[in-house]
């Protein structure tokens, strides 16, 4: 339960982004192709778990200062560094090798992933506003993976909308731990000692004025040549008010742990569901 525990199985839900381009594409319900998704997303899981496990025995001291953080297994004490570093190596394999059932372009991608994630890891997230970009890029490249291992083309709209939305997230994680550990941000991430809540309010809103606005821009451009123009378009509501929800629920500290917001908040989750329906429907209805 311990190395269960050390691969995070909650953040896996940040891999659905990989079906986002192949439902864009309207192709998940070929069987092949959503074989090749599934692939991705577990490549992902594998991915992400592996540099979890490296990057938590980097921080171990660091996380023994967090109130929740300290609990992880390595902090805790229950795994030794050096057993889990073993062990996500080991996933960090499992993930590339997996990776070329699906085609060698994802294998591409999943290996970008892992050695961004493994340069973060060791230096990049002491580096402020350079952390926030490649946080964000790894929720970039989630998206991007699901594209390749379809081989459907990904729309500039779709690249814009994902990346500043990750942008978006990643600023309020930040905004959250700032307001969490307060003056001893720094002790945990030396990053945040550079970052104000009123710096970090300014990006989330730039984040959030593109998301918008590039999503809007896609819907009506892209929506002529999906399944039903109406509802694709009308996909703008539910989005502009999920970001909305969740921009407020940042704004009252809860955005430390992403994906216990989206498990977590009914309201979102009405909003995303309406979302799908409305997307799902711009898609493939007729």
Known sequence: ??????????????????????????VLSHGDDLAKTLVAFACFCLAASGTYC???????????????????????GSISARAATAFGSVLLATALGLSLLATWHLTIVIGSYVALTLCYSAWLKHE???????????????????????????????????????????????????????????????ALA?????????????????????????AFDVSKDVGNEISFQLSIVPFVLALLRYALLLEEGKGSAPEEI????????VFGLIWLVAFGFGVLGG
Request: proline letters at 3%; glycine letters at 6%.
């Open 194 to 218: 550079r970052y104000t809540t009123a710096y970090l309010a300014y990006v989330r809103s730039v984040a959030t004025s593109i998301a918008i606005v590039a999503y809007v821009l896609w």
């Open 1 to 26: 339960m311990n190395f269960l525990a050390l691969c995070r199985p909650k953040q896996w839900l940040k891999n659905v982004l990989v079906f986002a381009a192949p439902g864009a594409a309207g």
């Open 128 to 190: 402020p506003v350079i952390d926030l970009a490649v946080v964000a890029a790894g929720f970039l490249l989630r998206a991007i993976a699901g594209g390749v291992a379809v081989d459907v083309k990904i729309s500039t709209w779709f690249l814009i909308v994902a990346g500043s939305g990750s942008l978006f997230m990643v600023t309020g994680k930040r905004h959250a731990e700032r307001l969490e550990l307060g003056d001893d941000a720094h002790a945990h991430r030396r």
């Open 262 to 269: 989206v498990l977590s908040d009914r309201v979102l989750q």
């Open 54 to 76: 490296i990057n938590d025995a980097l921080d171990a001291d660091e996380d023994r200062l967090h109130p929740t953080k300290k609990l992880r297994p390595i902090a805790a």
